[in-house]
């Protein structure tokens, strides 16, 4: 462990040396991943420093008890010896859960998407509830929530809304929430009071820059229109909405919340990049067989992976067999529960993957 921690260190040192530079200051692409390395090295240098103090603990109580020539210095070298050894048994489980790969996106901002699926109006009702979750998880983080485009739902909520989130290590959190979601309860359009399940698919995409996907302009077709529905004065007079064709995939993004026809195409590009990015990223993960076996974040979208079950008032996390009995405070935006419950599954998988930790 000493030798692994050793060599972190010295690439520590290493970077930061290089972000000092003004030519890596001046290259805005390098300096941010090189500074993102930093801030994870620290977190393990750090941590390091704490291991490496407790083994220098462990063998100045050995000397000690050795050399048994005063009693007391003895005794007091025992106690000194357990603490330590608890201390590294400790530490060296938490470094090796810091030493496992990181996955390079998992510090990017994500567009999230909410489409409603089977159950017709509860449906978009549930689709709602799923962004208004979302919402309130994510204020409560200090994360910002930008709404790209939104369709309502006939009896309210929404058949399908998309929402970009900006923030500290935004899609490493909320990847965990892609896949289908399901909801059990009484319609508020049910007359007679039975039980109906519904279901709503959440898409997350790590937002992709440009750097991380090129897009050719030649093969995007921009159609500008008026906009429609709320939005004052503006609506039906100016043609400020965007909607994008991609040729190649056939994929259609489309955005009308900015009264800005610029600032609509800047957010549908965005949009429209990141989904590409993520099927570049699909392609990786079928030819990588460790990502392919995760059960926790496996990027299926057609999986169940969660259910409301509102008689019950239970949440079940179908992936890890998890059910707690709080869904009024969950629905509420109390998820972090269960996204630590997710990573730490996901870190134990990784863990067992890989041959390079200690």
């Not at 709503?200 to 750097?211: C, H, I, N, S």
Request: proline share 2%; aromatic share 6%.
């Amino acid at each position: 462990m000493l030798e692994k921690l050793q060599i972190i260190k010295q690439r520590f040192d290493e970077v930061n040396d290089l972000i000092i530079q003004p030519d890596i200051i001046s290259d805005q692409q390098r300096y941010t991943k090189l500074m993102k390395e930093y801030k994870d090295l620290k977190l393990i240098v750090d941590k390091g420093e704490i291991y490496k103090e407790a083994t220098d603990n462990v063998a100045e109580a050995e000397e000690i008890i050795a050399d048994g020539s005063d009693a007391e210095m003895v005794d007091m070298a025992k106690m000194q010896l357990e603490e330590a050894k608890e201390t590294i048994e400790k530490l060296e489980e938490e470094i090796r859960f810091m030493l496992i790969p990181k996955d390079p996106d998992d510090a990017k901002n994500v567009v999230v998407e909410v489409r409603a699926g089977t159950g017709g109006d509860e449906a978009s009702i549930f689709a709602g509830d799923l962004y208004r979750m979302y919402s309130k998880y994510c204020s409560d983080k200090g994360w910002r929530v930008d709404v790209v485009s939104q369709s309502d739902g006939t009896s309210g909520g929404f058949k399908e809304i998309i929402f970009e989130v900006s923030g500290e290590d935004v899609y490493g959190t909320l990847k965990f929430e892609a896949g289908v979601h399901r909801v059990q309860r009484v319609p508020q359009t049910e007359t007679q009071g039975r039980v109906h399940t519904s279901a709503a698919t959440v898409m997350v995409l790590p937002e992709a820059e440009e750097f991380d996907y090129e897009l050719d302009m030649t093969e995007v077709r921009i159609e500008r229109t008026t906009s429609t529905g709320p939005g004052g004065q503006s609506v039906n007079t100016t043609y400020s909405a965007i909607k994008l064709h991609h040729e190649p995939t056939g994929m259609i993004v489309s955005c009308q919340d900015q009264k800005s026809s610029h600032k609509n195409l800047e957010k549908a590009l965005k949009v429209l990049r990141s989904r590409l990015y993520d099927l570049e990223l699909a392609k990786q993960q079928a030819a990588d067989s460790e990502k392919r076996k995760s059960m926790v974040s496996s990027g299926d979208r057609s999986a169940k992976i969660r259910t409301y079950n509102y008689p019950q008032g239970r949440v079940t996390d179908h992936r890890i067999g998890l059910t707690l009995y709080d869904l009024s405070n969950i629905i509420n935006g109390d998820i972090q529960k269960i996204i630590d419950e997710l990573m730490l599954a996901e870190n134990t998988e990784l863990l067992k993957a890989s041959d390079d930790v200690i």
